[in-house]
């Protein structure tokens, strides 16, 4: 078998809200205040094949972004680990972890804020791989406009600065930054999700290429189901911190097992469609600082029962390949 | 007809040169009617929300057109007139909840004071038709809702909030702008049932304005297609999806990706939408098409090639040309 380019293993991120001095004075007093904890991503077991693209979807708030950047090495785990090739990333030496950082790389929704207003388009693609040896000073000049026509911008506008391009074309300059140093694992978070539909194709069609052409290995994070379905050869799906289904892209469309899995699949909007009625899944979606116990889609499930509220569902497989946590499968 | 708009021109004199951001808007919309206006970013959708609802501020200004309600003219009314329109007959959802809410003020403060400027009404009473209105956009427990500040509401709450007040005075029309872009799945999809069931029961018609396909798709009887400040394509929403005529519309819906494409390349539309400060001579699609010949140097004029479908091209497809 082969090893997984990538493995989360029971990663967990935590953040905690200190309690300020007069919030700890009110606290002596004997109000009701207490630190508070968001379990953003809370024991999350992933394993990506080189070459495979994963889909991450799930709702606002549910931690894809934040699995994300410990996938990308961006935000250190709070408990469990990220495994690259086959090793442990906390556990490499220097020069190990440099390799890595630059091999996996993260593509942010926001093309804009995500680039260096000051520097030209060259510089911006060109300042890394130069850095880190990937390319001599004298081939620099080649390699960006190879990098620029690769990712379908025009050489001619290497010298421009990033607000003299539209968001469509920015965020082809931050694929092709993050290409730069040879990465073989992407993450993309929210990639295309502030561009136009037609421009959205467009970046959908270079990613698809790409992958293709440089052997690229992709976690795809975004909240648009459609999209996911299109790029991804297996998606995972994510409530509250957790993963609550793991199934190859077919599967998962024809026969989702998890209930919520089937209520986002129910409610996603889709051109073929029309006029219709909408039956929605009731309830908000919880406060992630005070999850609800158990499962933690229950108060919302049509198909909760007495021990969904007691016992964590775990995620086991329910079939090959596919990965499911939800007590019904018992 | 609950609306109808006219040759509705709406442009901003800038200093940097006049932004014609409407330019030539037609279409009308019958009670209970859903319609969606669909478009990417800036091409003029929410100028034209704007416009019927007498809302364009310097340097913008209506320049020429109409827009009747139920037969009266609204272009040229006057601001007292507007104001009695706004809230009573007109309603608009935006995006952002907490442009319609006050943040200091308590919901029932807010609701009350929304129906009792429009009607003599004791406070009881109004109270009465809040609760029941909260309860109609799905808010559990509308009694406690009502005592709450906006900031002690989710966002998606927030928007049933937005929506309980545009639906309270049983409006005409309400114009809804990207009302659930920001929401999630299962939460839009709770919004668009509700404000779907509203119109069917209270009979006002909704303009629907998003940049997305799909939710189009599952919420409205009819379809505008905007693009460059004009209507490009209308029609029945089964008609326009399954056999778009404007080329514009076929790449759009080309490059949604659906699930009988999966993995296919999707469709790419070449280039990006014109500024439009400096519009291309003639049909403003001109530069992306792939079927403009020397004859889309003119301005396209709108046709009807099929019943109850309008399009503003010179080589529709679907007349000789395949789909
Ligand atoms: N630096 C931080 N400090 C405190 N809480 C945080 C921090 N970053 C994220 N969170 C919280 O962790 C949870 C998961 O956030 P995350 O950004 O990963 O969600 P997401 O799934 O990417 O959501 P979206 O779809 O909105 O991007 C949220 O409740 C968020 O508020
Ligand atoms: N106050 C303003 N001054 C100048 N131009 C404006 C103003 N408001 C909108 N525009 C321009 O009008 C066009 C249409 O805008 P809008 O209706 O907001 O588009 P959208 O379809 O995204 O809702 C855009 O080019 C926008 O930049
Ligand atoms: S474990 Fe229970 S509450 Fe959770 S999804 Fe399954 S049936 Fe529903
Ligand atoms: S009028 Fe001509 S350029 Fe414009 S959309 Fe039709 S074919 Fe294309
Ligand atoms: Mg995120
Ligand atoms: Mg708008």
Redesign the interface.
């Given at each position: 078998m082969t090893t997984p380019i990538l493995e989360t293993r029971n990663a967990t991120k935590r953040f905690s809200r200190t309690l300020d001095f007069a919030a700890k004075l009110a606290q002596r007093l004997g109000a009701n205040v207490s630190d508070e904890t968001v379990h953003a991503v809370d024991g999350v077991d992933l394993q990506i094949m080189p070459g495979e693209v994963v889909g991450l979807v799930g709702e606002s708030g549910c931690g894809k972004s934040t699995l994300g950047r410990m996938v990308a090495g961006i935000l250190p785990p709070t408990e469990g680990s990220i495994v690259f090739n086959g090793v442990d990333i906390a556990a490499m030496d220097a020069k190990a972890a440099r390799k890595a950082a630059l091999e996996i790389q993260m593509i942010f929704q926001d093309p804009f804020a995500s680039l260096n207003p000051r520097m030209r388009v060259d510089q911006i693609i060109g300042e890394a791989p130069l850095f880190h040896g990937i390319v001599s000073r004298a081939e620099l000049s080649d390699y960006v406009d190879d990098i620029m026509r690769r990712t379908g911008l025009d050489p001619s506008l290497k010298r421009r600065y990033p607000h003299q391009f539209s968001g469509g074309q920015r965020q082809r300059i931050g694929i092709a930054r993050a290409l730069a140093v040879k990465p073989r694992f992407l993450v993309c978070d929210e990639a295309i999700a502030a561009l136009d539909v037609s421009i959205q194709a467009q970046i959908i069609n270079l990613f698809v290429d790409l992958r293709e052409e440089l052997d690229l290995t992709y976690l795809f994070i975004s909240h648009d189901l459609s999209v996911v379905e299109h790029i991804s050869d297996r998606v995972v799906i994510m409530y509250l911190g957790r993963v609550v289904e793991s199934a190859p892209i077919a599967d998962i469309f024809d026969a989702p097992n998890h209930p919520y899995t089937v209520a986002l699949l129910n409610e996603a909007p889709r051109l073929d469609q029309r006029n219709r009625n909408f039956q929605p899944v009731k309830g908000e979606i919880p406060s992630p600082l005070d999850p609800p116990p158990g499962c933690h889609f229950h108060p919302r499930c049509p198909h909760a029962h007495a021990r969904c509220s007691a016992e964590r569902p775990v995620l086991r497989e329910v079939a090959p390949g596919r990965l499911s946590a939800c007590h019904l499968n018992d | 007809m609950t609306l109808t708009v006219s040759n509705l021109h709406t442009h901003f004199f800038t200093r940097a040169g006049v932004v014609k951001a409407v330019d030539g808007v037609d279409f009308q919309i019958a009670p209970g009617e859903i319609l969606g206006l669909v478009g990417?970013?800036g091409s003029g959708k929410s100028i034209t929300g704007f416009s019927i609802m007498g809302l364009i501020d310097d340097p913008g200004r209506i320049v020429s057109g109409s827009i009747r309600l139920k037969g009266e003219e609204l272009v040229g009314a006057s601001e007292d007139a507007m104001r009695t329109v706004r809230g009573n007959r007109i309603a608009m959802i935006f995006q952002d909840p907490m442009m319609t809410l006050n943040p200091v003020l308590r919901v029932d403060t807010q609701m009350v004071e929304a129906i009792r400027a429009h009607e003599k009404i004791s406070k009881r009473d109004a109270l009465a038709r809040c609760r029941d209105a909260l309860g109609m956009v799905g808010i559990p427990a509308p009694e406690e809702r009502l005592r709450a500040y906006p900031h002690q509401l989710?966002g998606?709450?927030r928007q049933r909030v937005a929506i309980a007040i545009a639906f309270l005075n049983e409006p005409d029309l309400i114009i809804a702008d990207e009302p659930t872009t920001a929401l999630?799945?299962?939460?839009?999809?709770?919004i668009?049932?509700e404000a779907?069931s509203l119109c069917k029961r209270t009979g006002t018609a909704l303009v629907w304005i998003t940049?997305?396909?799909?939710?189009v798709?599952?919420?409205?009887?009819r379809i505008a297609v905007m693009y460059a400040g004009r209507i490009v394509e209308t029609g029945d929403?089964?008609a326009v999806?399954d056999t778009a005529l404007h080329p514009y519309t076929v790449?759009?819906?080309?490059?949604?990706?659906?699930?009988?494409?999966?993995?296919e390349?999707?469709?790419?539309?070449p280039g990006?939408?014109p500024n439009v400060m400096n519009l291309p001579k003639g049909c403003a699609f001109g530069e992306r098409c792939p079927r403009r010949s020397s004859e889309c140097d003119a301005e396209p004029l709108i046709t009807e090639p099929r019943p109850a479908q309008a399009v503003r091209c010179f080589h529709p497809h679907g007349q000789g040309g395949k789909l």
């Open positions: - | 990417e970013s989710s998606g709450m999630d799945v299962t939460i839009q999809s709770q668009i049932h779907q940049h997305d396909l799909a939710v798709a599952g919420i409205a009887d929403i089964d999806i790449g759009l819906l080309g490059s949604v990706p659906t699930s009988n494409r999966r993995g390349r999707l469709t790419q539309i990006m939408p």
